[in-house]
């Protein structure tokens, strides 16, 4: 038995009353969890209401380690957010991000810097007033946690090379982007949290770059899908 941090980041329903649950957690990467009747079930250690997305948990869990389904024996809410799960901006962010760590851990090994970030991450989100930038930022730190955060040593050049992740002064292949929305996305280089999210953007602006980063995770990750949730994200943000 293992006792670790964990961050819920995929649900699924399984029949009538079961679920199957993904979490990143802190001891071992990524784990999927068997959770039997628990939709069904009033008592017990294990509540369905445990299972929100990104939900930061305490479990207590069997690790095989085999790549099958593991075994939950308990779960107790680790951090209780004040507005993610409530406010209706920040729950569409949530389904954005979840989609997004499905789409971009997949290692079952220990990983605890990424795990601080995501962390970390979530209270902040769970915390601010101004978020609006706030999945743009997210998706360039965890760049980094991914290895393959842009080498932004020569940020002033005026192409960004979306295939070798780099800035640069000519186009050397059809992914080199250029314009007004590349100079938007430099913005986020360099920058702290807050600084992030009071840079000003219009709902194009934002847009832009929004998808310049997932075009920017396509290149890079292999399997890499655009979320379903953009979409609604996106006209929420408008």
Same mark, same amino acid.
């Given at each position: 038995? %293992?006792?670790?941090?964990?961050?819920?980041?995929?649900?699924?329903?399984?029949?009538?009353?079961?679920? +199957?649950?993904?979490?990143?957690?802190?001891?071992?990467?990524?784990?999927?969890?068997?959770?039997?009747?628990?939709?069904?079930?009033?008592?017990?250690? +294990? =509540?369905?209401?445990?299972?929100?997305?990104?939900?930061?948990?305490?479990?207590?869990?069997?690790?095989?380690?085999k790549g099958t389904l593991e075994y939950l024996k308990d779960a107790?809410?680790?951090?209780?957010?004040q507005t993610l799960h409530t406010d209706v901006v920040k729950s569409?962010? %949530?389904?954005?991000?979840?989609?997004?760590?499905?789409?971009?851990?997949?290692?079952?090994?220990?990983?605890? =810097?990424?795990?601080?970030?995501?962390?970390?991450?979530?209270v902040l989100l769970d915390h601010a007033e101004e978020y609006g930038?706030?999945? +743009?930022?997210?998706?360039?730190?965890?760049?980094?946690?991914?290895?393959?955060?842009?080498?932004?040593?020569?940020?002033?050049?005026?192409?960004?090379?979306?295939?070798?992740?780099?800035?640069?002064?000519?186009?050397?292949?059809?992914?080199?982007?250029?314009?007004?929305?590349?100079?938007?996305?430099?913005?986020?280089?360099?920058?702290?949290?807050?600084?992030?999210? =009071?840079?000003?953007?219009?709902?194009?602006?934002?847009?832009?770059?929004?998808?310049?980063?997932?075009?920017?995770?396509?290149?890079?990750?292999?399997?890499?899908?655009?979320?379903?949730?953009?979409? +609604?994200?996106?006209?929420?943000?408008?």
């Open positions: 038995m %293992v006792t670790t941090n964990a961050i819920v980041i995929g649900t699924k329903k399984y029949g009538e009353a079961d679920l +199957i649950v993904t979490c990143f957690t802190e001891s071992d990467g990524i784990k999927t969890y068997m959770l039997r009747g628990v939709l069904k079930s009033k008592k017990g250690k +294990i =509540r369905a209401s445990h299972f929100q997305l990104l939900t930061q948990l305490e479990i207590e869990a069997s690790h095989k380690n107790k809410i680790a951090l209780h957010y569409c962010l %949530v389904m954005f991000l979840s989609e997004i760590l499905i789409s971009t851990i997949r290692e079952e090994e220990k990983n605890e =810097r990424l795990y601080h970030f995501l962390s970390r991450s979530l930038n706030f999945h +743009i930022y997210f998706l360039l730190q965890l760049s980094s946690y991914l290895g393959f955060y842009p080498d932004d040593t020569n940020k002033d050049l005026p192409y960004f090379n979306l295939q070798d992740g780099l800035f640069q002064d000519e186009v050397t292949n059809i992914y080199c982007e250029k314009g007004p929305f590349i100079n938007n996305f430099k913005a986020f280089f360099g920058i702290k949290f807050d600084e992030a999210m =009071r840079t000003k953007l219009t709902k194009s602006q934002r847009s832009s770059v929004l998808n310049l980063l997932l075009l920017y995770y396509q290149l890079h990750l292999q399997g890499f899908k655009k979320p379903k949730s953009l979409e +609604i994200l996106q006209q929420l943000f408008n």
